[in-house]
């Protein structure tokens, strides 16, 4: 976070520093307000030229506040590029039938008993598979309100499995726009940052999970209609050539390129040509159907609207509003950064932090505030990282504890801000507004909750050489370290041999 000053250089004023939020804040409220119904893109661009002017009044070049953003950039073009090949493998498992037999088999499953448990699981498994609680969100999202509604279930109920099940499903998996800008924005590996979730979302989600069963057991339900159902698994089946259970194959390839941690590029790239594999043998798609469908997603008119709205996805071209949004928020986070107004605001709370509980607070609670005041999660995963990365590795902690804190704070959050852009969406997809929904997202209350309790008691810290403690802390158990820069990581192993000389960490096996 902090820049060399040089000479005539100055640290901006509050409300300098405060400028740039206040102008996107002010846009995205007026936006929300006013319903102009514009994409977020050109507010955190004039944001960003704000940042420009204040940088420029505090005597910061211009050509500087330009190689701050290009150099955040710079950081995550690897995650930029997993994304346009996300994009690729969503239009192939669309082709292919995989997502849709998905859809066509958990649909089966359904009674008013098990409905919320099985909606907030099948829900995960499927934002699992696609890396994007956002197609949950439109594709089941939708089935299941609409399903739930003819059981008599409270429709913010059905939200917020739907959400608890997507979010979950989105932050696990090694395809999610969001899980790799956490990591990459932290410098940390994909899946160091996934296996450092489980010690706080998974538990969350186990909760959830039990509190979804005993609403489903306990509540009243009214009378089931299958015929939503059976029209949308009529559908479904009626547009392939093949529908059959080993059309779910190719998520296992995902489970698979997850257990053997292989780097987020090859892996996508594998899983893609999986699709176009099952889409050629068992759709009886051409070679030049396989690059269309890798490029512009799949297309299909059913008759049903709803299995249209499930199968039309898909394809690179998909991917151009997530990235070119990554790539304007990106650049104005290291601008906001280098014209020095991060640590002009928090700079203080930054030299307080004397644990690594203080440390996770700061992150979160920093996540937090982003979202709350610049509408959108890509924010709240960039700038913490920019912010504490250094602190980090002074305490001799783990890149992917800061990445951790990030998402338990920043994507689970999100969604639960009404003027957020990722609470609008979910908000217009569902039907339903997000202070509705926002009392039944268990996961998402539960994740930033749990991850601070076990932080304050010990539990779930990471450090550089990449031992650790348990959930409830004790024992300090032996670990492989998580990826990092090289340097950095030679300085945080320094701390820690030096925090546990002094007696400030324990040693391993203590």
Not at 116 to 135: D, E, F, Q, R, W
Not at 165 to 194: E, I, M, R, W, Y
Not at 215 to 243: H, R
Not at 308 to 322: A, C, F, H, I, V
Request: glycine share 10%; aromatic share 10%.
């Amino acid at each position: 976070m902090t820049e060399t000053k040089k000479t005539g250089e100055r640290l901006p004023n509050v409300f300098e520093a405060f400028l740039p939020v206040l102008v996107l804040l002010g846009l995205m409220l007026a936006n929300f307000l006013f319903e102009w119904g514009n994409d977020p893109h050109i507010y955190v661009l004039l944001a960003a030229i704000t940042c420009c002017v204040v940088g420029k009044l505090c005597n910061v070049p211009l050509s500087e506040m330009m190689a701050a953003g290009f150099a955040s950039i710079s950081q995550i073009l690897e995650a930029l590029f997993i994304l346009l090949f996300v994009g690729c493998l969503v239009g192939s498992f669309e082709w292919a039938g995989v997502i849709p037999a998905i859809v066509y088999y958990g649909l089966q499953i359904f009674t008013p008993a098990v409905f919320l448990p099985a909606v907030v699981v099948l829900c995960a498994i499927v934002g699992l598979s696609l890396g994007s609680s956002y197609t949950v969100s439109a594709t089941l999202g939708i089935a299941f309100m609409s399903i739930g509604a003819t059981m008599g279930i409270n429709p913010a109920m059905i939200a917020g499995a739907v959400l608890s099940g997507a979010c979950t499903g989105d932050k696990f998996s090694p395809l999610s726009d969001s899980t790799n800008l956490a990591a990459a924005a932290s410098q940390t590996g994909l899946f160091d940052h996934v296996k450092a979730m489980i010690g706080t979302t998974f538990p969350a989600f186990l909760i959830a999970f039990v509190i979804y069963c005993v609403m489903s057991l306990t509540g009243k339900a009214g009378t089931y209609d299958p015929e939503l159902v059976d029209g949308l698994s009529n559908a479904i089946k009626d547009n392939f050539a093949y529908m059959s259970p080993v059309l779910l194959l190719p998520v296992a390839v995902i489970i698979l390129v997850a257990i053997l941690q292989m780097p987020g590029i090859p892996g996508v790239l594998l899983a893609s040509l999986t699709g176009c594999i099952f889409a050629v043998i068992f759709q009886g798609a051409s070679f030049a159907e396989c690059i269309a469908m890798v490029h512009y997603g799949y297309s299909a008119e059913t008759g049903n609207e709803l299995a249209d709205t499930l199968l039309n996805r898909g394809g690179m071209d998909s991917m151009l509003w997530t990235i070119n949004m990554a790539l304007i928020a990106i650049g104005f986070g290291g601008m906001y950064s280098r014209c020095g107004a991060v640590e002009r605001l928090l700079g203080g709370m930054i030299k307080k932090i004397r644990t690594p509980f203080h440390l996770m607070a700061a992150v979160i609670v920093t996540a937090m505030f982003c979202i709350l005041t610049m509408c959108d999660q890509y924010l709240g995963l960039i700038i913490p990282p920019a912010m504490y990365k250094e602190k980090i590795d002074d305490m001799g902690l783990s890149r992917n504890v800061l990445s951790r804190c990030t998402e338990d704070g920043g994507t689970l959050f999100s969604a639960l801000v009404p003027w957020s852009s990722c609470g609008v969406y979910h908000s217009s997809m569902l039907g339903v507004s997000t202070m509705a929904y926002l009392p039944y997202c268990f996961t998402n209350i539960l994740n930033p909750i749990i991850s601070l309790a076990t932080a304050a008691w010990g539990g779930n810290i990471i450090f550089a050489d990449g031992s650790r403690t348990g959930f409830f802390g004790g024992k300090v158990k032996a670990g492989k370290p998580a990826g990092a820069p090289a340097e950095e990581h030679e300085h945080a192993l320094k701390r820690l041999a030096e925090l546990r000389a002094d007696g400030t960490y324990k040693e391993i096996g203590k």
